[in-house]
Nanobody
Framework: QVQLVESGGGLVQAGGSLRLSCAAS????????MGWYRQAPGKQRELVAA???????NYADSVKGRFTISRDNAKNTVYLQMNSLKPEDTAVYYC??????????????WGQGTQVTVSS
């Protein structure tokens, strides 16, 4: 019913920047929250940043001051601006969205992931 399409991943040198985008499409009544998770090889998936419909944000301690999450409600899109990237930021980044398709159906959706690789 809902699809999340991510873009913006790639290879960047340490200290560089990338901006990830995630666009939601399908049957959408309202987006309650959107966020970004990441999973590095051999590690658990972790929350990177999230933003609610009201605009409040939450960040992992490891990215505070470097990453910024934002949204464009008209486009059903969330962004993750990543600055001062470090090798430890290397991971597959997944978009997540809490979406209500109608008055009674609310679900959590995931994108397919986009690879971010930060070289030394």
């Amino acid at each position: 019913q809902v699809q999340l399409v991510e873009s913006g991943g790639g290879l960047v040198q340490a200290g560089g920047s990338l901006r990830l985008s995630c666009a939601a499409s399908g049957t959408i009544f309202t987006i309650n929250a959107m966020g970004w998770y990441r999973q590095a090889p051999g590690k658990q998936r972790e929350l990177v940043a999230a933003i609610t419909s009201g605009g409040s944000t939450n960040y992992a301690d490891s990215v505070k001051g470097r990453f910024t999450i934002s949204r464009d409600n008209a486009k059903n899109t969330v962004y993750l601006q990543m600055n001062s990237l470090k090798p430890e930021d290397t991971a597959v980044y997944y978009c997540n969205a809490d979406i209500s398709s109608n008055w009674y159906l609310r679900n959590d959706y995931w994108g397919q992931g986009t690879q971010v690789t930060v070289s030394s």
